[in-house]
Every structure is written in C-alpha cells, then in structure tokens.
C-alpha cells in the first residue's frame, strides 16, 4: 500500500480541491454550531501524528495540533531541536522509522526536497506544512476564505463549485512559496491572478510553468505579470501579499526591504491602481508593517483573522481525507 500525500495543491484535481475547501467549510460550521461530525470525533483514536517542524510556527502549529485534538488523536511536536533528522540521522532513516509509529507526518522544511524525501521513503501520508515551495494547508484555507466572502447563495449550493471563477486576486510582493501554491490553486479554480514583484524577484520559470500546467485540461490559464503594483491590482476582488521576507532569508533582509520599496499594500494604492469597489485584502501571517498599512490591515476590508482561523478547518479537512480516509477525498 503506496500512501498519499499532500505536499502541494498541484497534488490534487480541481475536484478534489474543491471538496476539500468544501469538506473545511461543513465542518466549520458543525464543530461551531456545537457539533463535531461523526466522521471527524474519535476518527484518529489512539493514533499519532508526527509533527516534525524544522522552522518557527504559529498557525500551522496551532490548528494541527487543535484539528488532531478534535478527532481525539495525539499530536506530537518535533522540533528540530527534539529529533535526530539533521544532525545525527539521516532524511532516510528517520522517515522509515518514524513512519513505522506513527498514522502520519506533518512536515516543516526549508527545501521541498526534504519533504519530498520524507514523503518517498515513508510509509503512512505526508503533509507538507511548508516549503521553500509550497504551503498547501495555507492555500486551502484562503480558498476558503476567499469562497466564504465572495461566492453568491447560488453557488453555494452547487457542491459541484466554490463559485470563484471570474474573480480576480492581485498578488503584490514576493513570488515565494505562498503564491506558488495560490497560483497553481487559481489555474485549478479558473481564478484570474496578477502578480506584480519587483525586477529580479519574478517567479521562476520552471515554476511557472508548473503553474500554468496546472489547469485542468481544455483551459488555459496565465499570470498577469508586472513590477508595478498599480497595474496588478487593477480591477481585482483581493489583494493578497506575505512577508517580503521568508525564514531562512533573513541575511537578505536589508537588500530586499529595498527592492521592494513602494510595494507596500495601502488604500491609495489600490485606489491608484482600480481595484474593485469592495475589495479585500488577505495575508497567511504573520504580517511586518512595512508590506501592509494599518489602516488597510485592521479594516473592515481585511480577511487576515478569518484567513488564520481557517487554517484550522483546511488542515481539519486535509487530515481527515489524507489520514483517515487515506487519500480518498470524499
Ligand atoms: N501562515 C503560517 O503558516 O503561519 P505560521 O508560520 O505561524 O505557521
Ligand atoms: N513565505 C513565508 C511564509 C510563512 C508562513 C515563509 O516561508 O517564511
């Protein structure tokens, strides 16, 4: 028996995305109207999640440890400090032995390969909690988001469909492994996205590619690219940024904070630009001042604290298709 594993969006159909963000929604409002489903209550009974973070957390933590807690399983935290992986003991070994315990490993990496290479040799599912490349519990959780603040009560009742296609999300700062996985989700959505960085931080060919090959067949799907952040927001429903600084980059701190002058995300900007009446702004956290205003980050118009929360029913979905279900998303 080969596992599955969730280790980018790119990993699953635009059914099975769909499903998902719909599977976290239904839950959503189950476990809060007082209810935890049948399905999700003592399905990880007795089981343990390996939790190996090699990076600082705090959602990611938080809501996987939260969502195994309501299926009545055992989260155990391994941070790099606690376990061999690294220093004593090889990627090999330690997936082939920790796998041999556990129901599943959550994994925070610095390269996708680590993950990857955890995900080869183990023998129960892999979820990936962020890469260099891809943060997919993250892109389930703004889809979510995104579906929750804009899709029409027609839709809605449609499982078929999270109602998104034609809305258009603005990406304004560093192509990194946020918009990654956000941008193979839109090809997979019929989401339109314009990404606006500054020269020398555009996304990288190869990973374009796997982007624009991720629309299901029969569609087409491009990036609107630009260095200016006027021209990417132009019309767009959401405006969405992250750290212009990831972990692991922070020698580059000083060098990127001037690349990135006049990207920051404020009112005027947007107004400058034309996004729409009513647009939104979303940013996975956590959040410098220096690529977001205040005014924009504390308004009515911000969907951050929703967007956090609903890392909690995204990685409550994930686990229960990957783990318990192992893999069948239904
Ligand atoms: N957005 C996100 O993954 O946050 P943490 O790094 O705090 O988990
Ligand atoms: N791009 C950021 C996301 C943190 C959740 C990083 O990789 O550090």
Not at 62 to 91: K, R, Y
Not at 160 to 185: C, H, M, P, R, S
Not at 286 to 309: I, N
Request: hydrophobic share 40%.
């Amino acid at each position: 028996f080969a596992p599955r594993h969730l280790l980018s969006i790119a990993d699953l159909t635009p059914q099975e995305l769909t499903k998902l963000i719909r599977n976290a929604s239904a839950h959503k409002s189950a476990v809060k109207s007082g209810s935890v489903p049948s399905s999700i209550q003592n399905s990880l009974l007795g089981q343990t999640v390996a939790m190996m973070f090699s990076k600082r957390s705090t959602r990611t933590r938080v809501s996987t440890e939260s969502a195994i807690a309501l299926m009545n399983g055992h989260p155990m935290f391994l941070g790099s400090q606690d376990i061999q992986l690294g220093v004593n003991e090889s990627l090999y070994d330690t997936s082939v032995v920790i796998s041999s315990m556990v129901s599943a490993m959550v994994a925070r990496v610095n390269a996708h390969s680590e993950v990857a290479g955890l995900a080869k040799h183990s023998s129960v599912p892999v979820i990936n909690a962020l890469s260099d490349l891809y943060h997919p519990l993250q892109t389930l959780a703004d889809y979510l988001t995104i579906h929750e603040a804009f899709h029409t009560t027609q839709t809605s009742d449609n499982t078929q469909t999270l109602g998104l296609e034609g809305l258009k999300i603005a990406w304004v700062g560093d192509a990194n492994n946020i918009l990654f996985d956000l941008a193979i989700g839109a090809a997979k959505l019929g989401v339109e996205l314009s990404v606006a960085t500054p020269k020398g931080y555009e996304i990288p060919a190869e990973m374009k590619q796997i982007i624009t090959s991720s629309a299901p067949n029969g569609t087409t799907f491009s990036i609107a690219e630009t260095h200016i952040p006027e021209e990417a927001v132009k019309n767009a429903d959401v405006i969405v940024t992250d750290t212009w600084i990831s972990m692991g980059q922070e020698s580059e701190k000083q060098k990127k904070l001037k690349a990135f002058e006049g990207y920051q995300v404020t009112k005027e900007m947007a107004q400058r630009g034309g996004a729409k009446a009513g647009w939104k702004f979303m940013h996975c956290l956590p959040r410098h001042p220096e690529e977001v205003s205040d005014e924009v980050f504390y308004s009515p118009a911000s969907l951050v604290f929703q967007e956090a929360e609903n890392r909690l029913w995204a990685v409550l979905a994930a686990l229960e298709a990957f783990v318990v279900n192992k893999g069948k998303i239904v």
